[in-house]
């Protein structure tokens, strides 16, 4: 599978430390990782290149850890498993808690090296999305204070950030923030946002003549078929592609090599259902990972919030639904014999894979899940040359400390 798999830009050591965190285990800390890294590279963990391609590339390294090692694995799965099962099934059993409250302190820095000497950035950042009567969001403390401002709740972002570097010297040194959120958990068998309109996003040669390949195109005329079309699509997606852990692919790049990570997937996800006369559009959350209620997460060169899923509408007849394809990546859908310790392990994955798998094809992911914004990438101007500007990229870390006060999973 690795020989599939584009070449990126090359990562050191603490880079690749530093993706690991951010995509496979944002509940560790880099000192763990670092040490299950070196029990990796004892075993057939690719080395890093020397000379003119020194380093590690991130796309194998990354995909080889989660495909080949426990530690990178199954950990992060066993972390929430049962807590998993136990939910999925209180909701087909209808014997969930009424609500759920969570307070989430989110921090942002920008990173010492993103922005050069006299340069400001402006930057979206993604928070927990306001939405009435589903999921009930209070910003209850902000420092820098003047920044609430540019707090959109029901877009659940602070709308274009000003951070400026001085001197060397970035201003403001970081952004927290501390949010109680509420949720009616009774509605996550039912829960859709409003219904979308269709968009003028221009269409994709590649994806339309993969929909005739499979004998899945045209507009789909009728409401009533709607959720059917989508489901033979996500029926030919998993019988076409397969998932791997990082690189930000296109949908072009995925029909060629038959694979890409969850954003790519959900992207493409949504170029198909536009190209069947639907409106489709990617949304955002964070999964929480908790353990004992609480967690600690680390996400170096991001903003979090990477939990990518599709809405959809037909709009004459306004029936929509969601599909969540990060099951791509999970439970049996990508567990070995080489990332898991037993066939036991194996088999509880399929098992829970597959019921999760028919929940998320219409349903959010129901355990600890917070809905956010969608935000734009960060752009940047130098300050004595205004040509000089553009799209900024991994410029800064985010960190979440959440609590869990009200409702079991």
Partial sequence: ???????????????????????LAPFSSSAALE????VAEAGDFPQPGQGEVEGYDPVVSLHHLASCFPDFFESGELRVLDDEATQLGAIQGQRLDPSRTYRVKQTVSVRPDALRSDSGLSLWVPVPRHVPGFQEVSLTELSPP????????EAGLLYAVPWLCRSGVVVPSSLEMHFV??????????????????????GSTGVRGWL???????????????????QQIVDAMEADFEATVHGAFSCEALIAMKLGNGETLSQFLVTALREVGLAAQLA???????????????FPGSLAYEHRFVRW?????????????SYFQRWGFWATDRNTSSDAVRERMRVHGNAYRHWLREHLYPLDFLLAGLAPKARYRDLGDA???GVLEDAVDTRLAVQRCGGAP
């Fill in 1 to 23: 599978m690795s020989g599939r798999l584009p070449l990126l830009r090359r990562a050191s050591r603490t880079q690749l430390i530093e993706l690991i965190q951010r995509r």
């Fill in 35 to 38: 040490q299950a890294l070196k």
């Fill in 146 to 153: 003047a920044f609430r401002r540019f707090y959109l709740p």
């Fill in 181 to 202: 959120v509420q949720q009616d958990v009774s509605r996550l068998s039912s829960w859709n946002d409003a219904p979308l309109a269709p968009t003028d996003a221009p």
């Fill in 212 to 230: 005739e390949t499979a004998g899945l195109g045209g507009d789909i005329a009728a409401g009533d078929v709607a959720s059917q079309r989508v």
């Fill in 284 to 298: 955002s959350g964070q999964r929480l990972y908790l353990q004992g209620g609480e967690a600690q997460l680390c």
């Fill in 313 to 325: 509408t037909h709009p004459a007849s306004s029936i929509g639904g969601i599909v969540d394809l």
């Fill in 387 to 389: 040509a000089i500007e």
